[in-house]
């Protein structure tokens, strides 16, 4: 068993591979929690959505908590069924005619991204007794980054309120149409989300009284430290009371928020105008919104540069000459071998990761409640073999 006597102690435990994705149970389960008093509180349902966190070894806990899980795929959609096995709904870009033939029989909830889909496959979606939405933009913009803005001018994402006038106006019938979805936070707060409610009246009010559940998406990050839970639950259930829906959330980052780091060790120590550590991680394979956001991850017991007294520049250990993480400092001169945590990094960074230049993908552990790690994967020359053909 390890020992929880502190952060960084616990992760350098030998019984912990390097590299490896931890999940801190505790943590987890006291974000679900939160969760829960949430859902109590402001009568809306959470479900997870897989595209952020779909670790399926914790799901037996997830379950107790969360309502089910939505799916950006075919794929994610059947994980949702086999491993939770509670409610599935479904939102994409865009379906083929082999994914809505899969799709009728997993899930419960779908969602169109345009008119020309539903109107596509709605007749096909309503015989298997499948409840249908459509993704709406309310052309109202919150996420900081441009990457992340489903509202962002030009999107592709959702139908704006002119083109469902339109449709009506040409004798378009939304009979069948059961929900609206609307999804244009990122790790936003309450108040964002009150702001998105109140664009959401000001476009879609006469649409909204039709329908019988609402989708706000994800981008909730109530498990945030600081985030203002009770203005978040008085805002959902004003919103759901006013219009009699059911209110659906389905956040991905405020599931595993702060749940656990990727721990990795420093294989070597080069210089060039500086010196620079090389880890067993790499940046582009295993934490890409570092460079794709980007983003600074948090190190334990690192700070910035020249703050502490000796600073290295990290990097990754692929051949891509931007495989840089950023530059840290330490209290000591970095060792061959020393152990670097990067905290957070459960949320939408396990599910990107890839195979790039074969270098060792991280193992995925759980350090449970009572202070034991379980090894619950760990990657193989198979593994990435298998990728290809």
Not at 144 to 155: C, I, K, N, R, V
Not at 166 to 187: K, M, T, V
Not at 196 to 203: P, Q, S
Not at 244 to 252: A, R, S
Request: proline share 4%; net charge negative.
């Amino acid at each position: 068993m390890i020992q929880a006597a502190g952060k960084a102690s616990v992760f350098n435990s030998q019984e912990i591979p390097s590299p490896c994705y931890v999940c801190e149970e505790s943590k987890l389960e006291a974000n679900l929690q939160l969760m829960q008093r949430v859902q109590n509180e402001s009568g809306a349902e959470i479900i997870l959505a897989l595209k952020g966190f779909s670790m399926w070894s914790t799901f037996g806990l997830v379950k107790q908590y969360l309502q089910g899980c939505t799916a950006s795929s075919v794929w994610e959609a059947k994980l949702a069924r086999q491993e939770m096995n509670k409610e599935v709904h479904a939102y994409a870009p865009a379906y083929k005619q082999q994914d809505i033939d899969e799709l009728v029989k997993l899930v419960e909830h779908i969602s169109f991204n345009s008119l020309g889909q539903w109107q596509r496959y709605k007749d096909q979606v309503a015989a298997a007794g499948v409840s249908m939405g459509l993704r709406v933009n309310p052309e109202h913009q919150e996420a900081d980054t441009e990457l992340y803005d489903p509202s962002a001018p030009g999107s592709r994402l959702g139908v704006r309120a002119s083109e469902l006038e339109a449709f009506e106006a040409a004798g378009g019938d939304l009979s069948g149409i059961d929900g609206l979805h609307i999804h244009n936070l990122c790790e936003c707060d309450s108040y964002a989300t009150e702001r998105t409610i109140k664009a959401i009246e000001k476009k879609f009010a006469k649409w909204l009284p039709k329908m019988s559940w609402i989708n706000l998406g994800g981008g909730h990050l109530m498990t945030k430290a600081g985030y203002d839970v009770e203005h978040l639950i008085s805002s959902l259930k004003t919103f759901r009371e006013k219009y009699h829906v059911q209110l659906i959330l389905e956040p991905g980052s405020a599931v595993a928020w702060q749940t656990g780091p990727l721990v990795s060790e420093v294989v070597d120590i080069v210089e060039n105008n500086g010196k620079i550590a090389i880890l067993d991680i790499s940046a582009t394979a295993h934490m890409p919104d570092v460079l794709e956001m980007p983003y600074r991850p948090a190190i334990t017991n690192a700070g910035l540069p020249n703050q502490k007294a000796f600073t290295y520049k990290l990097g990754g250990n692929s051949c891509l000459a931007g495989d840089v993480i950023g530059e840290y400092s330490f209290d000591r001169e970095l060792r061959i071998g020393d152990r670097i945590i990067f905290e957070d990094m459960i949320h939408y960074t396990m599910v990107k990761t890839t195979f790039f230049n074969g270098v060792q993908h991280p193992a995925i552990g759980i350090l449970k409640k009572d202070g034991s790690f379980q090894l619950v994967r760990s990657f193989t020359y198979e593994d990435f073999r298998n990728r290809l053909s």
